[in-house]
């Protein structure tokens, strides 16, 4: 089952550009930290709904964030595709 900050971060993502958000921009619109953004990442990347990338432009540290086609799939199954972007609480966002 997807959590729902999990189900946040792909309805978030589903209005990024074609490389994604970085982790930063993610962490900073759903209103948690980057530690914990980075706990649910890493449960999504597993389960194959985003992959995330390093930014070559700068030094490698950043990190884009997007979602693969699993991930479109599973969120269209679960009633994604909200027409505005998702509701931001921290209360949600907790793990």
């Known amino acids: 089952p997807l959590s729902p900050v999990r189900w946040l971060v792909l309805a978030q993502l589903q209005h990024a550009t ?15 930290s980057p530690s914990t953004l ?33 991930g479109r799939y599973a969120l269209h199954r679960l009633g994604g595709q909200p027409s505005r972007p998702p509701m931001r609480s921290p209360a949600i966002a907790s793990p």
């Open 18 to 32: 074609p490389f994604g958000f970085s982790a930063r921009r993610l962490a900073r619109g759903l209103r948690v």
């Open 38 to 70: 980075a706990y649910h990442l890493d449960a999504l990347e597993r389960a194959g709904f985003i992959v995330r990338t390093p930014c070559t432009v700068h030094d490698g540290r950043k990190v884009w964030v997007r979602l693969t086609d699993v």
